[in-house]
């Protein structure tokens, strides 16, 4: 909780100081707030604080964990965005405010203990980056994503008070522990209540069936943004799933097991298939991030949050570390593939981070994708082995999808052209590679 209020009083201050329009002076202040909060959150429950009696967020072993994951996160995008953001002087301190707040609300999302403050959270996570999404106000692409990103956001967010509704009509309580012991999976009203809330869930993660809103807003999206909510939004997302749906409505398992099936495996096939036609690096990213938001769905059939947090952190730092070079790489606000050929070959920095960052996401080893994907097989493969050979064969598709890629950004061009390199960029792509070299270590402790 303390750290919650750190990154909000950070946020808070932010937009003050931005009045100064100092873009400097707003970034050290933002790095300054968050690695207190992560200092905090990594001491949670160590130590004397006035707010330990909330009984509204708790943060737990395993949902630690995800808080850690977010608030590092945020801290990466929000220095690997700055040459972005800086662009526009007077309203840098705004953009980062805005990606602060919504930091506050993915964070009360994964801690939440009840309904209310789970509801709170993912409000308060969508609503700035509705506006972070429209942010590139002269361009048309980034305005038609804000206003869809607008429209499904909030029409998803009408179906979950809907569930809420329901599911408080046949238990009679919000609170997430009570709702564990009074659920009862043969009510209809409790049924239909946790479909409604399950479906709303999907549209915020842009899982297959409700996917359609992710290439869109990715493409129109600047990098930063795109990256924050391909990260936070979604790791926030699943996190929340796993623990409504893997522990406090666990008695629903059997009924809702099918449906865990479809949006597993449609996830996963849809957004490779979909991926190879794609000639937008953006859109192909959104149709990677679903079908890897397929791969994490296993976990609803093994409720291992270790694994899940392992498999997140390769996939976050993979993303995080792409779409800062597509940042570094934007010509002219074309974000085609076609620019993206020869550069690992004339910036070599680059193209490590390209190769072990698709490697990864391709699930080949010694990455922290490879050891994610295979806990995740081992965990399903009990209980569901056909499951496990359709997930196998989607990973084919991708590791095609990502080598291919790898390939043309490898290639001999004459074109390609040299590029500096900003030593805050360096920064963010080393900690991201790292990461993605040795973040599966982390499964030993």
């Not at 946790?194 to 807003?217: M, N, Q």
């Not at 924050?228 to 398992?253: E, H, N, P, W």
């Not at 495996?265 to 190879?276: E, H, N, Q």
């Not at 620019?339 to 070959?345: A, M, V």
Request: glycine share 8%; hydrophobic share 55%; aromatic share 16%.
């Amino acid at each position: 909780m303390d750290a919650l209020i750190v990154i909000f009083i950070t946020a808070l201050i932010g937009l003050f100081v931005g009045m100064m329009k100092k873009p400097n002076l707003t970034l050290f202040l933002s790095i300054i707030g968050l690695s207190a909060a992560f200092v905090l959150m990594s001491y949670y429950g160590k130590y004397n604080s006035l707010f330990n009696n909330f009984e509204g967020l708790a943060f737990d072993s395993f949902h630690w964990l995800f808080a850690e994951l977010v608030i590092g996160l945020t801290l990466l995008i929000i220095v690997g965005g700055f040459h972005y953001f800086k662009k526009d002087v007077e309203h840098t301190a705004d953009y980062y405010g805005l990606i602060l707040f919504s930091l506050c609300g993915a964070l009360v999302l994964i801690g939440s203990e009840n309904f209310f403050m789970f509801f709170l959270g993912i409000e308060i996570m969508s609503i700035p980056v509705y506006v972070l999404v429209g942010i590139k106000k002269q361009n048309i692409l980034s305005s038609e994503a804000s206003i869809k990103y607008f429209f499904t956001g909030s029409f998803a967010t009408a179906i979950l008070l809907f569930g809420v509704a329901l599911v408080y009509g046949a238990t009679g309580t919000f609170d997430f522990s009570e709702l564990s012991s009074l659920f009862d999976s043969n009510s209809p009203m409790a049924i239909v209540g946790i479909l409604f809330v399950f479906a709303a869930l999907l549209f915020k993660i842009g899982s297959v069936p409700f996917h359609f809103w992710s290439p869109d807003v990715y493409e129109g999206s600047p990098d930063p943004v795109t990256a924050f909510m391909a990260t936070v939004v979604k790791v926030a997302g699943l996190t929340s799933i796993v623990s409504l749906f893997a522990y406090t409505f666990g008695a629903a398992t059997d009924v809702l097991l099918p449906i865990f099936y479809v949006v597993t495996i449609g996830s996963l096939f849809l957004g490779y298939l979909s991926a190879l036609k794609q000639t937008n690096f953006r859109r192909l990213m959104a149709y990677s991030g679903i079908s890897n938001t397929g791969f994490a769905m296993l976990t609803l059939l093994s409720g291992n949050f270790i694994t899940l947090w392992v498999f997140l952190l390769g996939y976050t730092a993979a993303t995080v570390g792409l779409l800062i070079i597509s940042q570094i790489l934007e010509k002219s606000n074309s974000d085609e593939i076609v620019n993206w050929k020869g550069i690992g070959y004339k910036n070599p920095f680059l193209g490590v981070v390209i190769l072990i960052s698709f490697l990864s996401l391709a699930g080949i080893p010694p990455f922290t994708g490879f050891f994610a994907k295979l806990l995740l097989l081992i965990n399903t493969y009990q209980s569901n082995p056909v499951l496990v050979y359709l997930t196998l064969i989607t990973s084919v598709i991708g590791a095609f999808l990502y080598i291919r890629f790898i390939l043309n950004a490898f290639a001999k061009d004459s074109n390609a052209e040299k590029i500096t390199i900003h030593p805050l960029h360096i920064l963010v792509l080393s900690v991201c590679s790292l990461v993605v070299l040795s973040g599966w270590t982390l499964i030993l402790f």
